[in-house]
């Protein structure tokens, strides 16, 4: 029995649908400029959380869109696999 606080704001990967705690996933917001990997989870706009690249790339076609609210381009989703790749290579 873990006793979670409830401010522990646990987010589920849109891919897999796996729980973890906002620090724990790769966050993609969706901003006026369009969509980008959010590194420090802090940026304003539309979210949505991934666990891993792997899964980013299995929800960049569907359901990312969906997500976020807006059609994902490729152009924008390539961009954006590069930067978690960069991301989880330099933790
Ligand atoms: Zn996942």
Same mark, same amino acid.
């Given at each position: 029995?873990?006793?979670?606080? %409830?401010?522990?704001? *646990?987010? #589920?990967?849109?891919?897999? =649908?796996?729980?973890? #705690?906002?620090?724990?996933?790769?966050?993609?917001?969706? %901003?006026?400029? =369009?969509? #980008?990997?959010?590194? &420090?989870?802090?940026?304003?706009?539309? =979210?949505?959380?991934?666990? #891993?690249? *792997?899964?980013?790339?299995?929800?960049? %076609? =569907?359901?990312? &869109?969906?997500?976020?609210?807006?059609?994902?381009?490729?152009?924008?989703?390539?961009?954006?696999?590069?930067?978690?790749?960069?991301?989880?290579?330099?933790?």
């Amino acid at each position: 029995m873990t006793n979670t606080p %409830t401010h522990n704001r *646990e987010r #589920s990967c849109i891919a897999c =649908g796996a729980k973890a #705690s906002k620090a724990d996933l790769l966050r993609i917001v969706r %901003t006026a400029e =369009g969509i #980008s990997f959010d590194a &420090s989870g802090k940026l304003a706009g539309r =979210g949505a959380y991934v666990c #891993s690249p *792997e899964c980013f790339d299995k929800a960049r %076609t =569907g359901r990312l &869109s969906h997500a976020l609210k807006t059609k994902v381009s490729n152009e924008e989703a390539q961009v954006v696999a590069q930067a978690l790749q960069a991301h989880i290579q330099r933790a």
